[in-house]
């Protein structure tokens, strides 16, 4: 590593003296602020250019460079303009484009990024850049095998000189450290260490591709959280839901642990035996999960905490955003090359996520992953949107890799397409939001119903057609004609009993205009009832002769004959008493005769129809049951 | 135009009201269905009267099935 280095420092000093390209002179670099963050196992290096064209034509694009072993692992490269004039004040704007690029008459070894500026910078002018860089394994363990009882110490390895294809007058580094204690830094002229800030003094007037190697060996006791494969599952459903599944591979990414794990030492003194060691995780859900769960391969896992929707104030944009926090415990602490694999999974409301513009609708959701400060090595997302989505693309705001599939899943046909995003490297900085565009008939909704309605309309129609069907084999066994009649029977005492409710219904109507009577004194009305019920009973019993006829020339209905018989006389004898009672009430009440007359008048005939009454009752019941 | 957030065609908190309501309703059709079946004769029977009523209790069951694996979260 040493080697490799200083190799690279005499080849770029020597190509810088022997040649000088008239593309990269052109701008010079009045001011560069470096600070490298060594808090976590993330390193974050945020440079503050101050770019000053000195040529004659105007630029339009500036010129990063990256030596190669630090290029692979970097994550994240985000370039923004800083308006303000004050150091410290952060940047607004958004980041201007960068991407890689290849020219010409450089050294092999330097990877080189390209910003481009939306307005050309003129002769003469300077502006204010700030570059944010994010590497992911940039920190080697330094022993790479420790034991319980060790302290994690690490080696950071960069330039005190930036490497700029561009001339610098004034830099200066300043160097984070996540704690007081340092093992050995490169010690130059003006090197500072108060704290956990390691300051080296500023260098004048370095020319372009200058590396000078700076190494920096120290603890860290931050958790190492590394996955190997993260898997977000984002299933859409119209009904209201998105559900969120995600499948972590998780490993300590840290010095490796040897020799033996003492859970006595462990839980005893945690802080002094397993320090490198991490215990929980945090993750950042967005407001309003439910059905919050935490599992793995054995089952559920309970050593977890969920605080729902709270807000928290973001202190570099001093904001307020909510959220709803998960603290998730695995199943035990991970020291260095542990593993642990489990699942974690939300529901989420509908309307924070699915929007629709322009006659698409489109899904805005974040792309990392909820876990605070997570280095994923592989991260696959899937994207699980509702059958019959049509022409479908995803914008996001970074390379990935991009297919679709077709996932079956409940009440399905065809199988819903997945949108699968793939990327590699994935640190907090990409958690920005991406967007799935589709087309969606709102009718299409229906088909779920739809299936279940049919569903269901087939089992009554089998039972129908089962009910309708004969299945017997011979059609001319006695049995058979027996069952046949047995059923004729029984339809027409049906009718007939059907029959007999009518009448029972026009008595009661009869009874009904009888009190009404009594209330309103409304004698016309009355006779009109009586006179439709009158000819309402006299359709009747025309019916009632075809049905009776039949029950007398059947033999199967031997049995309820008589009793059927019986059922017609008594109603009939029901019906005159009936009519009786009712002419001679009507009557009174046209003479004007009193309440108590009218009683005495109708007091046999009274007692006589409600026992008839009571007979009949008994009957329809007795013929129902049949 | 600023984009307009897409909700559900039913409020999510009525799911379990819909899903009883509607499940009650179908669960009643049926049983009146199989009443009937059960109580007429093959010659009284009418095939008009059995496939409407089925028809109508099996739109009340598709929905109220849905609506109920809904209430339950299997967001279907």
Avoid at chain 1, 366 to 395: C, H, M, Q, R, W
Avoid at chain 1, 416 to 445: A, C, D, T
């Amino acid at each position: 590593m040493l080697r490799f280095a200083l190799t690279l420092l005499l080849f770029t000093l020597a190509f810088g003296v022997l040649s000088s390209s008239p593309v990269f002179s052109d701008l010079i670099l009045a001011k560069v602020d470096r600070r490298i963050d060594l808090t976590s196992q993330i390193v974050r290096i945020t440079t503050s250019l101050k770019v000053e064209n000195a040529g004659s034509n105007p630029i339009s694009e500036i010129l990063l460079s990256f030596p190669e072993n630090q290029a692979k692992h970097l994550a994240y490269l985000t370039a923004t303009l800083n308006e303000g004039k004050g150091k410290g004040k952060a940047s607004s704007g958004a980041g201007l484009p960068t991407e890689v690029v290849i020219p010409k008459d450089v050294p092999d070894s330097l990877t080189f990024y390209s910003v481009s500026l939306h307005k050309g910078l003129g002769k003469g002018e300077s502006l204010l850049l700030d570059v944010l860089a994010v590497f992911t394994h940039a920190l080697e363990p330094f022993p790479e095998k420790i034991s319980q009882a060790d302290i994690q110490l690490l080696l950071f390895q960069d330039t005190a000189h930036f490497l700029s294809p561009y001339k610098v007058m004034v830099q200066s580094v300043a160097v984070k450290l996540p704690e007081a204690r340092v093992e050995s830094y490169t010690k130059l002229e003006g090197t500072k260490l108060s704290g956990s800030e390691l300051k080296y003094s500023p260098f004048h007037n370095i020319p372009p591709f200058s590396y000078l190697p700076i190494i920096i060996h120290f603890e860290n006791n931050q958790p190492f959280a590394v996955a190997e494969e993260l898997v977000r599952e984002i299933e859409i459903s119209h009904w209201g839901n998105v559900q969120v599944t995600e499948h972590y591979n998780l490993f300590h990414g840290g010095a490796k642990n040897k020799g033996e794990f003492s859970r006595l030492d462990y839980q005893a003194r945690p802080y002094v035996r397993g320090a490198s060691a991490f215990r929980r995780l945090v993750a950042r859900l967005p407001p309003r999960a439910h059905s919050v769960y935490y599992r793995d391969e054995i089952g559920n896992i309970s050593t977890s905490s969920l605080w729902g929707d709270s807000k928290k104030v973001d202190v570099l944009q001093l904001s307020y955003f909510c959220s709803t926090e998960l603290e998730i415990e695995p199943r035990y602490p991970l020291f260095g090359g542990w593993r642990t694999a489990f699942t974690i999974g939300y529901g989420l409301p509908l309307r924070d996520f699915l929007f629709e513009s322009d006659g698409k609708r489109f899904l805005n959701f974040s792309f990392g992953s909820p876990i605070n400060e997570l280095v994923i090595d592989t991260l696959i997302v899937k994207v699980v949107l509702p059958e019959g989505s049509k022409d479908i693309s995803a914008s996001v705001p970074f390379p990935v890799k991009q297919w679709q599939e077709t996932k079956f899943s409940h009440l399905d046909l065809v199988g819903r397409p997945v949108v699968v995003l793939e990327k590699n490297n994935v640190v907090p900085e990409h958690n920005e939001h991406f967007q799935v565009y589709y087309k969606f008939n709102s009718l299409s909704m229906l088909r779920e119903p739809l299936m279940l309605i049919f569903g269901f309309f087939f089992l009554f129609v089998a039972c129908i057609v089962y009910m309708h069907a004969d299945l017997s084999i011979s059609k001319s066994s006695a049995s058979y004609l027996a069952k046949v009649q047995w059923e004729e029977v029984q339809a027409t005492v049906q009718q007939i009993h059907n029959i007999i409710s009518h009448c029972l219904t026009a008595h009661d109507k009869l009874e009904a205009s009888l009190r009404d009577l009594s209330r309103t004194g409304d004698v016309q009305a009355c006779k009109a009832t009586r006179k439709s019920v009158d000819s309402l009973l006299k359709g009747v019993s025309k019916d009632l002769k075809p049905l009776v006829t039949f029950l007398q020339s059947s033999p199967q209905a031997a049995h309820i004959l008589p009793k059927v018989e019986e059922l017609i006389a008594k109603e009939r004898d029901l019906q005159e008493r009936l009519m009786a009672k009712h002419t001679t009430v009507v009557d009174c009440y046209e003479k004007k005769l009193g309440g108590r007359e009218i009683e005495n008048r109708i007091a046999s005939n009274q007692q006589k129809i409600t026992s008839l009454r009571q007979e009949v009752d008994d009957l329809m019941e007795f013929i129902d049951e049949i | 135009m600023a984009p307009k957030a897409i909700t559900s065609p039913v409020p999510d908190s009525l799911y379990p009201t819909l899903s009883v309501l509607t499940l009650a309703i179908g669960l009643v059709l049926t049983a009146s269905f199989f009443i009937y079946e059960a109580t007429t004769s093959r010659k009284t029977r009418s095939l008009a009267q059995e496939l409407t009523t089925g028809a109508v209790a099996s739109v009340f069951l598709g929905f109220g099935s849905l609506f109920l694996l809904i209430a339950c979260g299997v967001y279907v």
